[in-house]
């Protein structure tokens, strides 16, 4: 079964303080791996597509990696406009995203 | 260039009442998905429509339908409405060839 598990729930930062987010997934024929920012009672905004193991995006305080099992979402020297939900979603050969529950990131200014 | 918008943004029913979501998607996009999000969760996919037709569904009841008209645009529709219903309902659209979808801001149901 499809499946995709976001790690940790939450993690709280000073501002400033690098760390990264986990997404593991397992997929049936993986055609791309999303990650969403979502702020409180608002739509997904899109942010990253990857679609083969070793690739890797960036857009500015963030950097998103891809291998075989995992993603990862890196952030560099975060403010406190960074916090939200960031989301990662698996698209498979049925073309449905399946969606991790999120980590909730809390920057401290 | 317009984003994905849905309407309303918010809306309260009561038990076992009926509801239409509607969708318009992104300019250039044909292929629309509905998405309901609990709280504290991820999106939950409930199907996908493309060319008017419905070609893929996720575990939810009959109760859950949908159309799409020639324009592209979309609704959601839920019948005997209950409890559970409560939770932000989301549209998605995606154009040909890439596999980006682009999330709408989200209609808030509220079932009493």
């Known amino acids: 079964e499809d499946q995709v598990t976001q790690s940790p729930e939450a993690l709280r930062l000073q501002e400033g303080e690098s760390s990264s987010l986990n997404c593991s997934y397992t997929?049936?024929?993986?055609?791309?791996l999303f990650w969403y920012r979502q702020d409180p009672g608002k739509g997904p905004e899109f942010l990253f597509t990857?679609?083969?193991a070793g690739e890797e995006k960036e857009k500015e305080r963030l950097k998103a990696t891809l291998t075989k099992k995992e993603s990862f979402l890196h952030i560099t020297a975060p403010k406190p406009e960074d916090s939200a939900t960031y989301l990662c979603?698996?698209?498979?050969?049925?073309?449905?995203?399946?969606f991790g529950t999120g980590t909730l990131l809390a920057v401290q200014p | 260039d317009a984003g994905v918008t849905q309407s309303p943004t918010h809306l309260i029913k009561t038990r076992g009442q009926q509801v239409t979501l509607r969708c318009s998607p992104k300019?250039?996009?044909?292929?629309v998905s509905w998405y309901q999000q609990a709280l504290g969760q991820g999106p939950q996919f409930i199907f996908q429509?493309?060319?008017?037709?419905?070609?893929q569904r996720g575990n939810f009841p009959d109760r859950f339908s949908g159309h799409q008209f020639p324009n592209y645009s979309s609704e959601l529709n839920v019948n005997a409405l209950l409890l559970g219903d409560s939770a932000l309902y989301l549209c998605?659209?995606?154009?040909?060839?890439?596999?980006?979808?682009?999330f709408g801001p989200g209609t808030r149901l509220l079932v009493l």
């Open positions: 979603a698996g698209g498979g050969a049925t073309n449905k995203l399946i």
């Open positions: 429509y493309y060319e008017e037709e419905e070609r």
């Open positions: 998605a659209s995606r154009g040909r060839g890439p596999e980006t979808q682009y």
């Open positions: 300019s250039g996009h044909d292929t």
């Open positions: 997929v049936s024929g993986l055609r791309g």
């Open positions: 990857l679609y083969s």
